[in-house]
């Protein structure tokens, strides 16, 4: 049932990266002798290019999902076993090949624009026409022809990291909200199936830092403002992950403690909220997209804890390098 098996990024959020998936909708256009065309080319691309020689993926276009959707209701109903009923879990396009033709004599014309899926960007456009005798060869090496630039396109991942920290030493505490931007991680490598790896980084601070002190001293402006970073790898069928924040990740406070003149001595650096240490790290995405980060570096039970949740969806594709 196409549209239905598990792979690439799917409507629950489930990620098998380094495979574009493709949908080619209906044609329109054609008349006269070619007017059978308008659905007969889109089946026959459609059929050419189930293997196109990279990791790729021909998934339901918008009219068979409209037609599968009674069913999958259907097998909601009480009348099929829960233990068997499908479940809608369509896999999401990553890229729309929608067609323009024209009859033109005895050649049919044709333009088909690669669309990005999501964001509705026309990626490019591939034309030229087809003759009436020889016209199932001619649709074979425009079958091709779409296949390598399909191949061409690899996805680009939004990884956005969301929770709190804590933090405990002997001489005070912190708790905090970690404010970090959504990252884009852009393919950096690639083999002759598709990409196989993507970096991003984006800035990264804490936010509502209250430091409770347990001396006599007390803790004041806290700061902190750095990035933090990943690098995703394929792992066969899923995503690893090994992700990090540079040293303005770390949050810290300055220390005033009072003075035998009656005044304070001020020392800075003293560290709040951190991502130090916090797992796992590197890391396989489970496949509904979305890891839980927890704990943080820890010596004679001081040290730092966070509760994190990182979430990693595909957002665009883009031209591989």
């Known amino acids: 049932m196409p549209g239905a098996r598990a792979a690439y990024t799917q409507e629950k959020g489930g990620i098998n990266p380094g495979k574009v998936a493709f949908a080619v909708e209906e044609f329109s256009g054609a008349t006269g002798e070619f007017g059978v065309m308008n659905g007969g080319l889109s089946d026959l691309l459609g059929t050419d290019l189930v293997s196109t020689g990279c990791r790729t993926a021909e998934i339901a276009n918008t009219a068979l999902r409209r037609r599968l959707e009674p069913v999958i209701e259907f097998e909601q109903s009480a009348y099929v076993d829960p233990a068997t009923r499908l479940v809608r879990n369509f896999i999401e396009p990553d890229i729309q090949v929608h067609g323009s033709l024209q009859t033109r004599g005895n050649r049919l014309g044709y333009a088909l624009t690669l669309v990005d899926a999501r964001t509705g960007t026309v990626l490019e456009t591939i034309s030229g026409s087809l003759p009436y005798n020889g016209f199932f060869e001619a649709e074979e090496i425009l079958a091709k022809r779409v296949a390598r630039r399909l191949c061409a396109y690899g996805e680009v991942f939004e990884i956005t990291l969301t929770g709190t920290g804590s933090a405990n030493f002997a ?4 708790t905090g909200t970690l404010s970090a931007e959504p990252m884009t991680a852009k393919p950096t490598a690639r083999d002759a199936g598709g990409a196989t790896n993507w970096e991003g980084s984006a800035p ?9 002190s347990k001396t006599e001293c007390v ?19 899923a995503l690893k992950i090994e992700w990090g924040g540079d040293q303005g990740s770390s949050g810290t406070a300055t220390v005033a403690c009072p003075d035998d003149r009656g005044g304070y001595v001020r020392i800075a650096g003293q560290p709040t909220t951190a991502l130090i240490g916090s797992e796992p790290n590197p890391f396989l995405l489970p ?7 927890t704990g943080g570096f820890k010596s004679d039970g001081d040290g730092w804890d966070n509760t994190l949740e990182m979430k990693v969806k595909t957002i665009r594709v883009q031209p591989l390098g």
């Not at 001489?171 to 912190?174: E, L």
């Not at 004041?220 to 933090?228: D, R």
């Not at 496949?287 to 980060?293: C, F, K, R, V």
Request: charged share 20%; no cysteine; hydrophobic share 40%.
């Open 287 to 293: 496949a509904d997209g979305i890891q839980p980060i």
């Open 171 to 174: 001489t005070h505490s912190a």
């Open 204 to 212: 990264v601070s804490w936010t509502d830092v209250a430091v409770a």
């Open 219 to 237: 803790y004041e402006s806290p700061i902190s403002g750095g990035a933090w970073s990943a690098k995703l790898e394929r792992a066969g069928d």
